[in-house]
């Protein structure tokens, strides 16, 4: 008889079933002659961290005179056997906490990703590259298992903690059969027939990546999109085209977005632009026009209130989370948004110069910032709350009068003009310029402190570009990025003995 138990780590977020997976282990052993054990150490909050669910078993209980072990409460780095995370991430924290192990450990994960609230805060692309989660994974165990099942879970009705035990059970790690796990679910009594299926599409899964070699890939890539058929659209595709190679993907993207925020004749306007830096000395930088192209469309398509409005009120919207919470088309789902726009906010969405008289310090400015200071809570899910966005929305039709259109157009005017001038003298500086653009997102105070870290690189560039190394301006930016207040930033300002005051 073995004198070690089995150990088993879960790593679950809330909502996804990790403690029922863990209950189904514990009954699984208990049912078959072993003695079982389950603890639980809960995640700060969701996202920051998932339970970890902690199973052991040991064979032995049904002996006559059976002794009672002593069983863990916790995992330890490099004594589990078996790891099963709920999502890609969190197979990256078990290696990383040291639970996954090359001579031992069997690691079955799924390949979606529910992002951190660190990379979702990140003031660049702080997404964690899922192909290197991967490939790390699988370097790190003995034996791995790895599929989306959360796409499995959705399309059977169950939740992937099923489709996690049916991939189990198709490791063939535990010494039980497909029929004990199966007779396990069957006890529970609960969704039982929805979790069969799922249990069954994860076992079917799991045998075919321990016979096939695993493919790399997360997702299979898009189809390509179809051609527009707006003869419209279709000329604008067609202008795009007409860019250099390199560009023209990006480009259309672009044109496809910008409709999507304005209108045909904004798309038109975008292309305007990337031409019209294509044409200047240093133009012909297929890598510059590419990140120009790329940056342009995202500074064009700025995050105001119409555009939050607009995406709020959305179809797409109310049946993406409907799809999120599970619920179903009998049930009633309520949304509540919470709105706290600064008097900045609706300064800018007034007409140009409606909108510079309120930002001034008078009574009326005073009287407006005090309804400010308190949010609000606004049901989109009823008619009211609906219709109060989806009227803010519809002012997009006269975004173009707005202060806040003529703001960013004057930014992203001097910005491209910058571009041009440092295409001439260094196309790689003009490069790092482009991708100084990220600091500039978001909105509200996001936008408000992203744009100052812009305009202190901007100011730096105008002033030292004819000696500023490219890389100089990349490790700027790079402190901007990690340090939103800027501390950061003047931290290497200082260390590079760079002023950006006249």
């Known amino acids: 008889m073995p004198s070690e138990p089995i150990k088993i780590a879960i790593l679950a977020m809330g909502g996804e079933g990790g403690g029922v997976l863990a209950d ?31 199973v052991e078993l040991f064979p032995g209980a049904d002996a006559p005179q059976a002794r009672v072990p002593v069983l863990a409460q916790a995992p330890l780095p490099g004594d589990v056997d078996i790891v099963l995370a709920s999502e890609l991430m969190e197979a990256g924290r078990a290696v990383q906490r040291g639970f996954v192990t090359r001579d031992r450990t069997t690691l079955v994960t799924s390949t979606h990703r529910v992002y951190s609230i660190a990379e979702k805060s990140a003031m660049g692309d702080g997404r964690v590259d899922s192909e290197a989660l991967l490939q790390q994974a699988s370097r790190a165990a003995k034996s791995f298992v790895s599929f989306n099942m959360e796409q499995m879970a959705e399309r059977t009705g169950s939740v992937i903690s099923a489709v996690l035990f049916g991939a189990l059970s198709g490791t063939g790690v535990l010494p039980f059969n497909r ?7 069957e006890r529970g009594g609960v969704g ?104 342009l469309a995202l ?20 049946e993406r989370v409907r799809t999120e919470v599970r619920s179903k088309a009998d049930q009633v789902l309520a949304i509540e948004e919470y709105m706290h726009p600064r008097i900045e906010e609706i300064c800018e969405t007034l007409p140009a110069g409606l909108g510079r008289w309120l930002a001034k310090p008078h009574r009326t400015h005073r009287l407006v910032a005090r309804f400010t200071q308190q949010g609000r809570t606004i049901k989109t899910s009823s008619l009211s709350g609906f219709l109060l966005l989806y009227g803010l929305s519809r002012w997009r039709r006269w975004r173009r009068v707005t202060l806040r259109y003529s703001q960013e157009n004057a930014r992203i005017d001097a910005w491209l003009q910058r571009l041009r001038t440092l295409a001439v003298m260094d196309p790689a500086l003009a490069l790092e310029a482009a991708h100084c653009q990220r600091l500039v997102k978001g909105y509200s105070d996001t936008h408000a402190r992203g744009l100052k870290n812009y305009e202190t690189l901007m100011a730096v560039v105008d002033r030292h570009s004819r000696y500023l190394a490219p890389t100089t301006l990349r490790e700027l930016r790079d402190a901007a990025l990690a340090d939103e207040h800027g501390h950061q930033l003047r931290e290497c300002l200082q260390r590079h003995a760079l002023s950006f005051q006249g």
Not at 205 to 215: C, G, V
């Open 24 to 54: 189904w282990i514990v009954d699984l052993g208990e049912a078959n002659g072993y003695f079982a054990q389950t603890t639980s150490v809960p995640g700060v909050a969701q996202r920051t961290g998932a339970t970890i669910y902690y």
């Open 179 to 185: 029929a004990q796990f199966q007779a396990t679910i």
């Open 192 to 295: 039982v027939k929805p979790s069969l299926q799922a249990f069954e599409a994860g076992y079917t899964r799991a045998r075919m990546t321990q016979d096939e070699a695993q493919e790399p890939q997360v997702a299979a890539p898009r189809p390509e999109a179809s051609q527009p058929r707006h003869p419209v659209v279709a000329g604008l595709a067609d202008r795009a085209w007409g860019l250099p190679s390199g560009v023209v993907q990006i480009a259309v993207e672009g044109v496809r977005r910008l409709i999507d925020y304005q209108d045909p004749d904004y798309a038109r306007l975008y292309l305007d632009r990337l031409e019209t830096q294509a044409a200047a000395p240093g133009g012909g930088d297929v890598a510059l026009l590419r990140e120009t192209a790329r940056y």
């Open 299 to 318: 500074w064009m398509s700025y995050e105001d209130t119409i555009r939050v409005a607009d995406l709020k009120t959305r179809g797409s919207r109310f």
